[in-house]
């Protein structure tokens, strides 16, 4: 049999799962999605592009209720409507999951709409169905992890998956757990009208990232009114007659209409048959796997949520079309996790790429670095914000770069300047020479490239 006729299922039908599919499909091979959800995810129906519709609605809010500084004259704040603006997004939710169903018809991809689970390294099975592959990948996801003292209900206690089923914008939000999820739900409600209280465990708001970053953030949050507690790990939330309790630890409590919990997630894995196939789980039931997606079973590969690596959906979609080049003999590169950009989009956006602050502090890397804040910059005072930098990291006399961190509207977009550098392995002064239009953010990229050249005592005549 040659390699072009080879058969794959896959498990699961978020990016890990889809994206492969469509590479295997485009290679030739018979592919079977097996998926309980709907196609695109969590990703697509619940997580990431609710969320950033949503965000999307804030950001603009955030506009409007400032536009008098811009000369705007309005007839006072804008408010939302709650119904359309959940309508809108599951409504969009749900056609981009049409959209991929209809992609993988087009590749002649067969879609069995049930749960499965893998039977042996070379079966799934789902609802009685045996479907027999040469090689076979688990892209199953992750849920919202629960407290044990804070069951959501789906009214007033919520995961991030229940916002959407909501009548109103929350009139007093705590939101419990100050990560990525919970600062960008903390962030985009205040802007949506809601008084919002952020509990965070830890002394700051986003402490697995660059510090500069989320000291930025945290005072951007608190400059606007939001309510932040830092060292307050949530121990239990109750509802009352028309709100929420939440006690934290040290016995206080804070009073609210809604709570959201965000508080990580646990890799849906569960029942699907691993450890029965020989497929090797770590402690937090997490699917173990190499740099080119592969368990510890041969034929039988793992990408996305599931396997606990960079939390993505560009890291799922990149780990499941490895797999498939693999299994497919085709060139791979394994995956380069030190390589992922990655944002949080908070109001303004964090973007970051690379080496990180942390890494260069604690001597894991050797690199100069320069921050550049946009206050400086014409086109953020056009646009009439302050809040913002520019971070650019470099390996010391080549003056490649190694990464950045870039804080402001639209973080998303500029960083991929920077992540051309970095992967092109462009020095700081190469990056300078580049043109960046006038007034423009991305001049503060080249700026601070230029602050960060390095001349010899020979090169300055
Ligand atoms: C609030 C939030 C916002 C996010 N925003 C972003 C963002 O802006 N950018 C970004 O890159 N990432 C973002 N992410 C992360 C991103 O959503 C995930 O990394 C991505 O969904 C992972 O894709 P996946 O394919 O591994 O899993 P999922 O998208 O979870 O898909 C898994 C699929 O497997 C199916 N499945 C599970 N078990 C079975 C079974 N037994 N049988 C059959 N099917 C099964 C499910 O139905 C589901 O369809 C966000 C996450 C959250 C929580």
Sequence with gaps: MSLSQQKIAILGGGPGGYEAALVAAQLG????????DGLGGACVLTDCVPSKSLIETSNAMTLLNRSDTLGIATGGLATVNAARLYHRITDLARAQSRDIA?????????????????????????????????????????SPRILPGAVPDGERILTWRQLYDL????????????GVTGAEFAGAYLALGSRVTL??????????????????IEDVFRRRGMTVLGHSRAQAVRRSQDGVTVTLEDGRTVSGSHCLLTVGMVPRTDGIGCPEAGV?????????????????????????????????????????????????GEAVHPIRLGHVAATIFTDPEIATVGVSQRAVDAGEVVARSQKLPLATNARAKMAGFRDGFVKLFTSPGTGVVL??????????????????????RLTAEELAQTFAVYPSLSGSVTEVARELMEFTPDSIV
């Excluded at 870039?406 to 973080?411: C, F, S, T, Y």
């Design 167 to 178: 009548t109103e914008v929350p009139r007093d939000l705590i939101v419990v757990g100050s």
């Design 403 to 424: 990464g950045g961190v870039i804080v402001a509207p639209r973080a998303s977009e500029l960083i991929l300047s920077v992540s051309v550098a970095m992967e092109q």
């Design 199 to 216: 509990v965070s465990s830890r002394d700051r708001v986003l402490p697995q990232e660059d510090e500069d970053a989320a000291n930025l």
């Design 29 to 36: 091979a018979d592919v079977t999605v097996v998926d309980s």
């Design 280 to 328: 090797t789980l770590d402690r937090g039931g997490f699917i173990e796997v190499d740099r080119v997606s592969r368990t510890s079973v041969p034929g039988v590969y793992a990408a996305g949520d599931c396997t606990g690596k960079l939390m993505l959906a560009s890291v799922a979609a990149m780990q499941g079309r490895i797999a498939m080049w693999h299994t497919l």
């Design 102 to 142: 209809a992609r993988l018809a087009a590749e002649k991809v067969k879609v069995i709409p049930q749960a499965g689970q893998l039977k042996d390294p070379h079966t799934i099975e789902a609802a009685g169905e045996s479907v027999h592959a040469d090689a076979i990948l688990i892209a199953t996801g992750a």
